[in-house]
C-alpha cells in the first residue's frame, strides 16, 4: 500500500452573495489543487454564499442559491477523481445549520454540521443558525431534487461523522471549534481520524496569528495527525478583513503556510505527507489506552485512495519538510492589513478612488500612508502577473478601453485613484501643518488641493450671531466653553461638507473619462483610542465612507509611521517631521502662547486611553473594577485618590460621548478594544450616572486612611499627601 499523499487548502477572497464569482473562485482553487497532484481539497467556512452575509442567511433564498452551485460543483468535470470539502449552510428539518460537504465524484458522502457557533465580538451565528445536537449523532438528511437529478442519491448522513477511504479516515473542524476547550479533533483523533480538516472564517486582529498558529499546531502535538486549515481572505462586504493564511501541519510541525495579505482571490498551498509518520507519531501507550474508551465515531466508507495506488516507489514525490512559521511585525500588519482591504472595496464598490482630508497630522498622514501601501502592492501584483488587479484598476481609474495603460510606478496610480485637501483656517492653521500635507501628497503622488474655509465659516458664524442674537469667540478671545466649542464644530462640520462635494466633483473636473462611474470613497482618520474618549465632532471630518485607522491606537500607529519613515520599508523620510509634531486639532485660533493640544483637551494621555479601552473591552472591568486593577498598574505612581479621579473623568467622558459611536463611520476592525457601536461593542448610549461604583471606590479610600491619598515617592522625592 501507498503511504504518500499530497493535500491541498487554500484562502479564497469570497464575497458575500456573490455566488457566481464564489463559485469561479471555488472551482479555480480545485483547478489548482488537482495541477499539484492533491487528492483532497479544503476551502473557507461558507465558502459558497460567503461568509459575512449575516442576515441574508435568514433568506431561504440563500440557502437554496447554494444548492444551486453545489449543483454546479459536483457536476464540472475539473472537480471530479478527488475529495472536495466544501462549505454552505443547509436546512436540516427546518433548521439552519453552518455546514460543512464532502463530495467525491458526484456523490455527497456527508453534510457535517458546525457544534460549536462563534457567538461573540464580531460573530453572531447565534442569530442565523443553531448548533448541531452533539458530538457523534447522525440522522438522514432529504436531498433536494436538484442534486438527486445528478446521480439519484436521495439521502445523505447529516451530523458528526468521520470519512474513511481506503487508506485513511478523516473528519471535519469548523473555525471556532479549534478555539473550544474540548475540540472535536481530540475525540476523532483517538478513535483513529488522521486527517482533520478546519474551515474558517477568521478577521484579521493586530497579534493575533500567534494564537491561531499555536492553537493549529498544538492540535496535533500532542495527539498526532495532518491538520489542514483554509480561511477566508479579503474583505468580504463588512468591517472584517480576512487574513488568509492557510496552513498544513504535520505532528505539531508546519508543512506550509499561505500569505497573509494578498490581492490574490485564490490561493493554494500544498504538502506532500506519508501517512506512516502519523502512526508512527501516535504509537504510544497512553494514547492507546485513552483510545480503548473512546466512544465510536460513525464512518461514511468511500472506495478512493488519498494515497497514491501501487507498491512501486514514486522518486519524484517526496514528503514536504517542515518550515518556520511567518509572522508579521505589527507595524507590516498595520501596512498590508487596511491595504488590502482598502483594495478590496473600491474595486467592489465601483468608485473612482479615494478623497482624504490631509491636515498635517500624524492621523491623517497614516492613513494616507496606507493608500500608499495599497498602490505598491496593487503595483507588486501587475508586474507579478495579476490579470484581475490590472483590469480592476483600468477600470477604477477610467481607463477600461485602454488595454495598454500599464502604470510603471506607485505615484502614477496614486494619481489616478487619490485626492487630498488640506482644508485649513487663516488664524487657526499653521504654516507647517500646511506644508507637511502638501509634502506627503507629492511624495506618495497624491493629486493635492490647498484652500481656506474662513469665508463659509464666517457666513455660518454671522448666521447664528443674526438669528441667536450672541457674538460667539472662542476662550482666548474670552468666550465662554459653549462659544468655543460651537465655534470649533463649526469648521470640523464644514470639512465634512467640502470633503463629500469634493469627493464627487474631482473625478469630473479632473476630466474622468465621460460615461465613467463612480465618485471617490472619503476616508476618515479618527484612531480608536479618540473614538473611545469621544474625542471628535459628530459629523466632523471623522464621518466618512470607511476608516482604515477606526481599530489602531495612537500608540501603533506611530509605532507604524516609524516604520515607514524606514529606508528598508517605505522610506518616507519625511514621516519623521509628522511624528515630532504635537497632536493638534487647530480648530481654536493660533496666539504666541497658545496651540491647542490633543491630549491637553482630552485631559488623558492615548497611552492612557489604550489602558482604559483593554480593561473596559478585554477585561470586561466596569469602573470599580478598572479602578482596583489600576490600583496595582498606577499604584507605584499614583495615590489611590489619583486613580479613582482620573477613572471617575474617563467615565465620565465615556458615557456622555458613546452617542458618537452609534454613527461611526465603519472601521477596518483590528483591535481587541475597538468601539465599533454597530456590530463589535455594543452597549448603552444614554448612560446614568455611575454613582454607586463612585461612592464604593469612596468608601474603600477613606478605609484606607493617609494611604488612600498618599503619592508615592519618585527618586529624590519624599511621599506628598
Known amino acids: 500500500m501507498g503511504h504518500l499523499i499530497t493535500v491541498a487548502t487554500c484562502s479564497l477572497n469570497q464575497w458575500a452573495l456573490d455566488f457566481e464569482g464564489n463559485l469561479a473562485r471555488i472551482i479555480e482553487s480545485i483547478v489548482q489543487a488537482k495541477r499539484a497532484g492533491a487528492s483532497l481539497r479544503v476551502g473557507p467556512e461558507l465558502e459558497i454564499p460567503g461568509y459575512g452575509c449575516l442576515d441574508h442567511f435568514l433568506e431561504d433564498d440563500t440557502i437554496l442559491h447554494s444548492w444551486e452551485c453545489l449543483s454546479q460543483l459536483m457536476q464540472r468535470p475539473e472537480c471530479q477523481d478527488l475529495l472536495i470539502d466544501v462549505g454552505m449552510p443547509v436546512k436540516h428539518k427546518s433548521v439552519r445549520y453552518n455546514c460543512r460537504v464532502i463530495i467525491y465524484n458526484k456523490q455527497i458522502l456527508l453534510i457535517r454540521p458546525k457544534l460549536s457557533l462563534a457567538n461573540d465580538g464580531n460573530y453572531y451565528e447565534g442569530r442565523y443558525f443553531s448548533p448541531w445536537r452533539g458530538p457523534r449523532i447522525t440522522e438522514t438528511h432529504h436531498l433536494p431534487r436538484l442534486i438527486s437529478k445528478i446521480n439519484g442519491q436521495k439521502t445523505v448522513t447529516f451530523g458528526d461523522a468521520l470519512i474513511s477511504t481506503l487508506d485513511t479516515v478523516f473528519g471535519c473542524e469548523t473555525c471556532e471549534e479549534l478555539f473550544t476547550p474540548n475540540s472535536p479533533h481530540i475525540g476523532m483523533g483517538l478513535d483513529g481520524c488522521e486527517i482533520f480538516t478546519n474551515s474558517s472564517g477568521s478577521h484579521h486582529e493586530l497579534r493575533k496569528l500567534h494564537t491561531r498558529v499555536d492553537l493549529i499546531a498544538s492540535a496535533t502535538l500532542k495527539c498526532g495527525g495532518l491538520y489542514l486549515y483554509a480561511n477566508q481572505q479579503g474583505c468580504d462586504g ?419 460621548n458613546r452617542h458618537k459611536m452609534t454613527t461611526i463611520t465603519p472601521a477596518y476592525h483590528m483591535e481587541a478594544y475597538g468601539v465599533d457601536d454597530n456590530r463589535f461593542d455594543q452597549r448603552p448610549f444614554l448612560y446614568p450616572s455611575f454613582q454607586w461604583a463612585y461612592s464604593k471606590i469612596e468608601r474603600s479610600i477613606k478605609q484606607m486612611g493617609e494611604a488612600g491619598t498618599r503619592v508615592p515617592a519618585t527618586d529624590g522625592q519624599e511621599e506628598q499627601t
Open 238 to 656: 463588512d468591517r472584517l478583513y480576512y487574513d488568509g493564511c492557510a496552513l498544513i501541519v504535520l505532528n505539531g510541525k508546519v508543512l506550509a503556510q499561505g500569505s497573509q495579505f494578498s490581492l490574490d482571490d485564490v490561493e493554494v498551498i500544498t504538502a506532500t505527507i506519508d501517512l506512516e509518520d502519523v502512526r508512527a507519531y501516535r504509537d504510544q501507550k497512553s494514547r492507546a489506552m485513552q483510545a480503548l474508551s473512546q466512544p465510536k465515531y460513525e464512518r461514511m466508507e468511500v472506495s478512493f485512495n488519498l494515497s497514491r495506488e501501487g507498491d512501486e516507489i514514486d522518486l519524484s514525490l517526496h514528503p514536504t519538510t517542515p518550515r518556520a512559521v511567518t509572522y508579521l511585525l505589527p507595524e507590516q500588519e498595520i501596512a498590508f492589513g487596511p491595504a488590502c482591504y482598502l483594495w478590496d472595496y473600491l474595486r467592489r464598490s465601483n468608485q473612482a478612488g479615494f478623497f482624504l482630508p490631509l491636515s498635517g497630522g500624524i492621523d491623517s498622514c497614516a492613513t494616507a500612508v496606507i493608500v500608499h501601501s495599497m498602490t505598491r502592492l496593487v503595483l507588486q501584483s501587475i508586474r507579478s502577473g495579476n490579470r484581475q488587479v490590472i483590469a480592476d484598476l483600468r477600470r477604477i481609474a477610467g481607463e477600461e478601453l485602454d488595454s495598454n495603460w500599464v502604470p510603471k510606478t506607485t505615484q502614477e496610480i496614486a494619481n489616478r485613484i487619490f485626492c487630498t485637501a488640506y482644508m485649513g483656517m487663516e488664524k487657526m492653521s499653521s504654516s507647517e501643518t500646511r506644508s507637511r500635507a502638501e509634502s506627503l501628497a507629492a511624495e506618495i503622488g497624491a493629486h493635492h488641493i490647498s484652500f481656506n474655509l474662513d469665508p463659509v465659516y464666517e457666513a455660518q458664524v454671522k448666521l447664528l450671531a443674526e438669528n441667536t442674537g450672541t457674538d460667539p469667540k472662542f476662550k482666548t478671545s474670552g468666550g465662554t466653553k459653549v462659544e468655543n466649542l460651537v465655534l470649533q464644530n463649526i469648521q470640523a462640520r464644514l470639512r465634512m461638507v467640502n470633503a463629500y462635494a469634493l469627493a464627487q466633483l474631482l473625478p469630473q473636473s479632473r476630466g474622468r473619462r465621460a460615461g465613467a462611474s463612480g465618485s471617490l470613497l472619503v476616508l476618515g482618520s479618527a484612531n480608536v483610542d479618540e473614538s473611545l474618549r469621544g474625542y471628535l465632532t459628530k459629523y466632523d471630518c471623522s464621518s466618512a465612507d470607511i476608516n482604515p485607522l477606526g481599530g489602531i491606537s495612537k500608540t501603533d500607529l506611530k509605532s507604524f509611521i516609524r516604520w515607514a519613515s524606514r529606508k528598508e520599508n517605505f522610506g518616507l523620510s519625511l514621516l519623521q517631521g509628522f511624528l515630532d509634531a504635537p497632536p493638534t486639532a487647530e480648530l481654536e485660533p493660533l496666539t504666541e502662547d497658545y496651540i491647542q493640544s490633543d491630549e491637553a483637551d482630552m485631559g488623558m494621555t492615548y497611552n492612557d486611553l489604550s489602558v482604559y479601552g483593554r480593561l473596559r473591552k478585554i477585561n470586561k472591568l466596569g469602573p470599580y473594577g478598572m479602578w482596583e486593577k489600576l490600583l496595582h498598574l498606577w499604584g507605584n505612581k499614583l495615590s489611590p485618590q489619583q486613580i479613582y479621579e482620573k477613572v471617575r473623568f474617563f467615565s465620565w467622558n465615556y458615557a456622555i
